[in-house]
């Protein structure tokens, strides 16, 4: 059986390999997509430099949290700021080779800016990982799903103004709702945990606003950024190490953190290393991977992305740590998950289409 494609002033030579399978399956869909294949010749360039940064940040971002969670839960390595002064210290290194090899170009912000910067990074992957550590795998993701409206309640906070659309503003109201009703369902939420999670999403929202307002305000990419504030990042997280999880130990119970100390901290056996060190270079993957997709992937593909990551990190976290429970709370909690995508989704297609006119107003 042959596949003809009708081209613009006649008829094209039959579709070669993927079209010609397609027919064969006797399926309509796969002859299509043979079809569309030999139409393209392959992948458009956009998408053949986005596909790899795409799959190894989407592996990369649902591993370390799992392997967070491995450390914390399983190998009993509570010591969340000394994991994240090893992790700093990693990417650090790997962006400063990056730059002395001539693959980076080294561009720095002002000098309080970059501590002020650092600051809030800290923060935010210390709270990040604490409510990670504190919380079901499901429940932390699930939650960072309200950063988007964080964001926007911080903007106006802040006394920056925007205006939001009909389609925005109801697309978050479902995110939210679908939030609400998988969190419910989650029977491992606790007082400790749900704090940690709210001044997660809150240092996240911010650092997310300064990292976009200083890229454009110092003319500095994301990369950029990460790799000027990596010496303040390892000089905070060293002293903050140094203070909680060796000398003062005592003081972690003040910021929720389990308390300790590293010095009397006994390994289980080598696998307990191995993780960390599996942290510690699927950190740099995962922040290499994500400034090769910035730029190369649209709005709308990097928020699929996102939600892909959202489903597989909650699927697994049940999978791997979360407690067992009931089908029917169960069946709530992946409706609520479900809900709540589908509303981020929709806000990522309508502000796609939204910046798409406000730039087809001003060309025009």
């Known amino acids: 059986r042959k596949a003809w494609l009708k081209v613009r002033g006649g008829r094209a030579a039959p579709p070669r390999g993927g079209a010609l399978r397609g027919a064969r399956g006797g399926s309509a869909s796969s002859c299509r997509r043979g079809v569309l294949r030999a139409t393209a010749g ?17 592996v990369a971002s649902v591993s370390i949290i799992l392997v967070n969670k491995q450390i914390a839960s399983v190998c009993g390595f509570h010591f969340i700021l000394t994991l994240l002064f090893l992790n700093f210290t990693t990417t650090g290194s790997c962006l400063e080779l990056l730059v002395r090899s001539g693959y980076l170009e080294a561009k720095h912000m002002p000098t309080r800016e970059r501590w002020k910067v650092a600051l809030i990074a800290v923060c935010t992957v210390l709270l990040n990982n604490a409510s990670n550590e504190a919380n079901s795998v499901g429940f932390y993701q699930i939650t960072k ?6 964001v926007i309640f911080v903007e106006r906070a802040n006394g920056t103004k925007r205006k939001y659309s009909r389609g925005i503003v109801l697309s978050l109201v479902v995110a939210s709702v679908g939030v609400a009703i998988a969190t419910v369902s989650d029977v491992e939420v606790n007082l400790r945990g749900t704090i940690l999670a709210f001044f997660s999403i809150l240092t996240t929202a911010q650092y997310q606003i300064w990292q976009s307002s200083k890229q454009h305000e110092h003319g500095v990419s994301a990369m950029q950024i990460t790799h000027t504030v990596s010496l303040p990042q390892f000089v905070i997280g060293g002293i903050a190490m140094l203070i909680m999880d060796v000398l003062a130990p005592q003081l972690k119970g003040f910021l929720l953190l389990r308390n300790g100390g590293l010095l009397e901290h006994e390994f289980r056996s080598s696998a307990d290393v191995m993780w960390i060190l599996a942290c510690c270079g699927i950190a740099v993957v995962m922040n290499i991977s994500t400034y090769g997709l910035l730029g190369k992937a649209s709005p709308v593909t990097y928020q699929v992305i996102g939600q892909a990551k959202t489903c597989l990190i909650v699927g697994f976290g049940y999978a791997f740590f979360d407690a067992k429970v009931p089908a029917t709370l169960l069946l709530i909690r992946f409706t609520g998950v479900g809900i709540a995508i589908v509303g981020i989704l929709s806000y990522g297609i309508i502000k796609n289409q939204e910046s798409q006119a406000d730039a087809a107003k001003k060309a025009g």
């Open 42 to 58: 392959g992948l458009s360039p956009a998408m053949s430099g986005a596909l790899l940064p795409g799959l190894l940040n989407l």
């Open 145 to 150: 799903l309200l950063i988007i409206p964080t």
